[in-house]
C-alpha cells in the first residue's frame, strides 16, 4: 500500500490527492516536494505528451526517471497514457483529483486561462494552483470569478514565489505601517542549466527590452542559446510586468504603481548571483518611515520557494473549497497553511 495515511490526536484524515500538470523544471520539483509530506499525495502528473495516474500514489522518481529518459510520464508502466490532449483526457477522465497544481507554461500569455475554462467545462469540482507570473495573466483569471465560483472550483492565483511568498510576506510587513509607500521585490535565480527550466527563462526573456510574450515564445532553443551566449548566461530583469501589484492593490494594501519587480537570473550557476527580497517602506501611526526586509536564505532554490507555497495554499485553497468557498483567491489575501 503505497498510500499515505494522516493521523491526527484525535482522527484520521485521508491525504489531499494532487495532480501536477505541466512536468518540467518546477512540475518536477514539486514532485520532489510531495514524496516527503504526509497530509498530501501525487495521484496524477502530465506533460505536454501524456499523463500517468495512480490512486494510490506515484512515485515521483519513476516519473521524472520516464520524463527525463523517454520525454514522458506517459510511457510510464501501468499507470501511463500518451495523448496530446494529457491535460483535457486527464480531467475528463473518472480519476479523484482533489486539486492541482498548474506548472504550466504560460505561453502564449492566455493558456492558463484557457486551462481554467477547460477545468470550468468539465464539471470537475476542486482546488487550482497556479505560479503564474504577469499582471495582464492574473487579471485574465480575476475576470473568471463567476464561471469558476459557479463550477465549485477554488482557484489560489500567484502562488508561486513572485508572485507569492514575497507577496504574501509584503502583506503581513505591511501590518506595521498606516501608510505604505513602496514595495520592492529584488529576486536572484541560480540554476545550473537553462534546459531545465524552459518556460521560465523563455518568460523572463519576455520582459527583456525589444522583446514581447510572442516573440520570446517563438524563439527556437538555438535562439536562446545564442542570447544567453551574449549575456554570458545572466539575464538582468527590471520593471518588471508581474501581477505582485494588482494582488497588492486588489488586497488594499498599496495602488500598483507602488510596487515594483526585478532580479537577475544566471542560467549558468545553481548559486544565487544576490539575494531574494522583498522591501516595505511605509510610515507608523507615530509619523516615523521605516522599510522592512524579508530575504530568502540563499541556499534555498527557486523550485523551493515556488513549489512550498504553491502547496501551502493548495491546502488553503483546500479548507476554503470545504467550506464551500469557490472563485478566485490570491496569495495577498489568503494565509498559506503549512502542509506536513
Ligand atoms: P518547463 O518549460 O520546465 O516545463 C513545462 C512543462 O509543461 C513541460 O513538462 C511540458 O511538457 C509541459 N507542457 C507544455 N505544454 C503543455 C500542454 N499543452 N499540456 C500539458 N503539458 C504541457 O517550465 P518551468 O520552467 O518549470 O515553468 C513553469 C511555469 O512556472 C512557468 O510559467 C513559469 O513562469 C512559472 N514560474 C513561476 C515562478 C513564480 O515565482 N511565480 C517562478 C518560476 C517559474
Redesign the pocket.
Known amino acids: 500500500m503505497n498510500a499515505k495515511q494522516v493521523t491526527g490526536s484525535t482522527n484520521f484524515q485521508a491525504p489531499v490527492r494532487v495532480g501536477v500538470?505541466?512536468?518540467?523544471?518546477?512540475?518536477q520539483a514539486a514532485a520532489r516536494v510531495l514524496s516527503l509530506k504526509q497530509e498530501m499525495i501525487l495521484v496524477a502528473a502530465?506533460?505536454?505528451?501524456g499523463y500517468a495516474y495512480a490512486g494510490d500514489g506515484l512515485n515521483a522518481q519513476e516519473c521524472i526517471a520516464a520524463?527525463q529518459s523517454q520525454g514522458s510520464v506517459g510511457y510510464l508502466e501501468p499507470t501511463g497514457t500518451l495523448t496530446n490532449f494529457?491535460?483535457q483526457d486527464l480531467i475528463e477522465s473518472p480519476h479523484h483529483v482533489d486539486g492541482y497544481f498548474l506548472?504550466?507554461?504560460?505561453l502564449p500569455n492566455n493558456f492558463i486561462a484557457s486551462v481554467a475554462q477547460q477545468f470550468i467545462e468539465s464539471g470537475w469540482r476542486g482546488v487550482l494552483v497556479d505560479?503564474?507570473?504577469r499582471t495582464s495573466a492574473v487579471e485574465q483569471l480575476l475576470g473568471m470569478k463567476e464561471e469558476l465560483q459557479a463550477a465549485g472550483i477554488t482557484y489560489m492565483t500567484?502562488c508561486?514565489?513572485?508572485?507569492?511568498l514575497l507577496t504574501a510576506a509584503a502583506a503581513l510587513a505591511a501590518q506595521s505601517y498606516t501608510e505604505i509607500h513602496r514595495v520592492e521585490i529584488t529576486f536572484g535565480v541560480g540554476i545550473a542549466n537553462w534546459e531545465?527550466?524552459?518556460?521560465?527563462?523563455r518568460?523572463d526573456i519576455a520582459h527583456m527590452p525589444g522583446f514581447t510574450v510572442e516573440t520570446a515564445r517563438a524563439m527556437t532553443d538555438a535562439q536562446v542559446e545564442a542570447l544567453l551566449d551574449k549575456t554570458h548566461g545572466v539575464l538582468t530583469l527590471e520593471n518588471m510586468e508581474h501581477a505582485d501589484d494588482v494582488m497588492l492593490e486588489l488586497a488594499g494594501i498599496v495602488d500598483r504603481d507602488r510596487v515594483t519587480v526585478g532580479g537577475v537570473v544566471d542560467t549558468r550557476n545553481p548559486k544565487k548571483p544576490l539575494s531574494t527580497n522583498v522591501k516595505i517602506t511605509g510610515r507608523t501611526f507615530e509619523g516615523k518611515i521605516s522599510t522592512h526586509t524579508f530575504t530568502l536564505g540563499d541556499e534555498t532554490s527557486?523550485a523551493a520557494?515556488?513549489c512550498g507555497p504553491a502547496f501551502g495554499y493548495l491546502k488553503a485553497g483546500q479548507q476554503l473549497h470545504q467550506r464551500g468557498m469557490y472563485g478566485i483567491f490570491t496569495a495577498a489575501e489568503i494565509m498559506p497553511q503549512f502542509v506536513r
Open positions: 500538470l505541466g512536468f518540467g523544471g518546477l512540475g502530465a506533460d505536454k505528451q520524463y494529457s491535460i506548472a504550466l507554461p504560460n505560479a503564474i507570473k500567484g508561486g514565489a513572485t508572485p507569492g531545465a527550466y524552459r518556460a521560465t527563462i518568460e527557486m520557494n515556488v
